[in-house]
T-cell receptor, first 112, second 114 residues
Framework: AQSVTQLDSHVSVSEGTPVLLRCNYSSSYSPSLFWYVQHPNKGLQLLLK??????LVKGINGFEAEFKKSETSFHLTKPSAHMSDAAEYFCVVSGSARQLTFGSGTQLTVLP | NAGVTQTPKFQVLKTGQSMTLQCAQDMNHNSMYWYRQDPGMGLRLIYYSASEGTTDKGEVPNGYNVSRLNKREFSLRLESAAPSQTSVYFC?????????????FGPGTRLLVL
């Protein structure tokens, strides 16, 4: 069985400050982990993915995430938020079932 | 490349009506998926097609049927719509049915069942 918990349903940051979106996962198999972003009324776009290579994964638009097996975490970070980062972010796990399990999402608001 | 396209973008149905949501991809992917997105619940898998000619149930298949028409197209049918099927529906595709594969999503179909 696999599951994903996104620890914050809403996060607000000021433009230019760091972003941290938290994700914990559970999987009985060595998982693949993904972060997707969804802008209003749009489909989901892949930000980055972890597939058992380097534990620090760099994605698009300056985002990165670190896979920590001991903490079963895959938190998403960005050093400096931009107004265009305002969106909903989904942490996703994929394991032996070869199906994606989505977290419930974190809504990121960027304040001017 | 258009990627994954979905039609219609928005639909209103009355309870008991039927409709088919269409999805097509031009990336030559083998696997395709249908999800529904409800507020506060992330996306849940309805059905998937690991390869052309095969379909399987996902997490929430009740009330839906699918057809993998060819390698490009994967449709979702609601035979008798219910208000509980009000949702946003996303189609996705991936190169293969493997847990490391990236899934590419369409723009979604917003369905309201009255």
């Amino acid at each position: 069985a696999q599951s994903v918990t996104q620890l914050d349903s809403h996060v607000s940051v000021s433009e230019g400050t760091p972003v941290l979106l938290r994700c914990n996962y559970s999987s009985s198999y060595s998982p693949s982990l993904f972060w997707y972003v969804q802008h209003p009324n749009k489909g989901l776009q892949l930000l980055l993915k972890y597939t058992s290579a380097a534990t620090l994964v760099k994605g698009i638009n300056g985002f990165e995430a670190e896979f920590k097996k001991s903490e079963t975490s895959f938190h998403l970070t960005k050093p400096s938020a931009h107004m265009s980062d305002a969106a909903e972010y989904f942490c996703v796990v994929s394991g032996s079932a070869r199906q994606l399990t989505f977290g419930s999402g974190t809504q990121l608001t960027v304040l001017p | 490349n258009a990627g994954v396209t979905q039609t219609p973008k928005f639909q209103v149905l009355k309870t008991g009506q039927s409709m088919t949501l269409q999805c097509a991809q031009d990336m030559n992917h083998n696997s395709m998926y249908w999800y529904r997105q409800d507020p506060g619940m992330g996306l849940r898998l309805i059905y998937y097609s690991a390869s052309e000619g095969t379909t399987d149930k996902g997490e929430v298949p009740n009330g839906y049927n699918v057809s993998r028409l060819n390698k490009r197209e994967f449709s979702l049918r609601l035979e008798s719509a219910a208000p509980s099927q009000t949702s946003v529906y996303f189609c996705a595709s991936s190169e293969d049915w493997d847990f490391q594969e990236t899934q590419y999503f369409g723009p979604g179909t917003r369905l309201l069942v009255l």
